[in-house]
């Protein structure tokens, strides 16, 4: 039987692909003990690696496809085929930024302060690039982690991932410039993707990642309103875009059902209570497929 071989990131980002995988209705079991975590898809054989390696492993084909970070892709110079572009992180569904950072009460300002200074990276190729591109000659060293803590006794500045900033803010640095803004990218292999059948069957995956990923977000609503009050209703609510409306036994009402915002829910609700929306049902949606 032909199989792909899928890189899942392990460390920051592990659980959260995980999560994402199961809302695609696969199912991934992680052992402890191994780097071949199960998932119940025969086609499918997943290993466990770094965000870090997957790029370059996908791209010598030892992995058909994998899930990374655009920084790692562009830190490792590696040549794969980037399939779907998947906005989430550790915590969020969010961009996560590559940050050049200093302490609160440093005396750089900008990039071209830190001419002749030292900076500490896991992202050595991205920051000796950026550095390059403003005619900056700095000292590069890598960081074994725990870079927050070296600035500024070991360091005068630091290029870091971050998400919410509070790292940084709780170690006394501010940033003083993003280089990049990353997202989790699903990646293959070139050569694989000329294969006909692992290029259906990696297309397929990314489809369900995507549209696990923009149902995350979103919930359905369910409604019966009076149709005296439909135009009201939809004219007052623009959040309510393109509703599905059906016909109930009492002709004077209709059903109304609709996608939205997670986040708008708690303001639309009671509004909708309030003009006359009767046996409102939210609903947790798992994949939408556009």
């Not at 630091?158 to 699903?186: C, H, M, P, R």
């Not at 036994?249 to 303001?267: F, Y």
């Amino acid at each position: 039987m032909k199989k792909i071989k899928l890189g899942i990131p392990k460390g920051s980002l592990q659980d959260a692909t995980i999560k994402l995988f199961k809302k695609a209705g696969f199912n991934i079991i992680v052992s402890e003990r191994s780097y071949k975590p199960v998932i119940d898809d025969e086609e499918i054989e997943c290993l466990l690696i770094r965000a870090q390696e997957i790029p370059k492993y996908v791209e010598r084909g030892v992995l058909d496809a994998g899930l990374t970070g655009k920084d790692w892709i562009e830190e490792t110079e590696s040549k794969v085929e980037e399939i779907e572009n998947l906005v989430y992180s550790k915590q969020r569904f969010k961009k996560v930024r590559l940050v050049l950072a200093v302490s609160k009460d440093s005396k750089i300002k900008s990039v071209k302060d830190l001419e002749g200074k030292r900076i500490a990276t896991e992202f050595i190729n991205v920051t000796k690039n950026y550095l390059k591109k403003n005619k900056v000659n700095a000292d590069v060293e890598f960081s074994w982690g725990a870079t927050e803590v070296k600035v500024p006794e070991l360091v005068d500045a630091i290029v870091e991932l971050t998400e919410t900033g509070s790292s940084l803010e709780a170690n006394n640095l501010k940033i003083i410039d993003v280089i990049l803004e990353s997202t989790t990218k699903f990646i293959a292999n070139k050569s694989s993707m000329k294969d006909a059948w692992k290029k259906q069957k990696i297309q397929e995956i990314a489809l369900l990642l995507k549209g696990a990923l923009i149902a995350e977000e979103k919930v359905g609503l369910k409604m019966n309103i009076e149709k005296k009050n439909l135009n009201k209703i939809l004219s007052s609510l623009q959040s309510l875009k393109n509703p599905t409306i059906s016909e109930l036994s009492d002709k004077n009402w209709v059903a109304v059902e609709v996608i939205i915002d997670e986040e708008k829910v708690r303001k639309i609700i009671p509004k909708l209570k309030k003009l006359g929306a009767q046996g409102i049902v939210e609903y947790p949606l798992n994949k939408i497929i556009y």
